[in-house]
């Protein structure tokens, strides 16, 4: 499967974005899907994941603010962020294993889109 993600940007503090990932391929029923983070020079961040089922699970920073949704039909992945701090600044990437997300590892990644939040 090959993801291409969008929707990054610059945006203020206390601002939304909603990023996409289309997939294309093979269809993103059968994946779990997730979304992750960067900042140069750290560590990979997991921050959210949805299963083939449905079910979600989002990394404790972003719960309450950040929501994971898939369109099967459209072969697309979602992350709609709201109340952006500066922290959420990084590199955003998509990504899918085809094994449930808490097992991982996840072997096919986009390209990344960026968001800044100031």
């Known amino acids: 499967v090959q993801l291409v993600e969008s929707g990054g940007g610059s945006v203020q503090v206390g601002g939304s974005l909603t990023l996409s990932c289309v997939a294309s391929g093979d269809t993103i029923g059968r994946y779990c899907m997730g979304w992750f983070r960067q900042i140069p020079d750290r560590e990979r961040e997991g921050v959210a994941g949805i299963d083939s089922d449905g079910s979600t699970s989002y990394a404790d920073s972003v719960k309450g603010r950040f929501t994971i949704s898939k369109d099967n039909a459209k072969n697309t992945l979602y992350l709609q962020m709201n109340s952006l701090k500066p922290e959420d600044t990084a590199m955003y990437y998509c990504?899918?294993?085809?094994?449930?997300?808490?097992?991982?590892?996840?072997?096919?990644w986009g390209q990344g889109t960026q968001v800044t939040v100031s």
């Open positions: 990504a899918a294993a085809l094994v449930a997300c808490h097992l991982g590892p996840f072997g096919y």
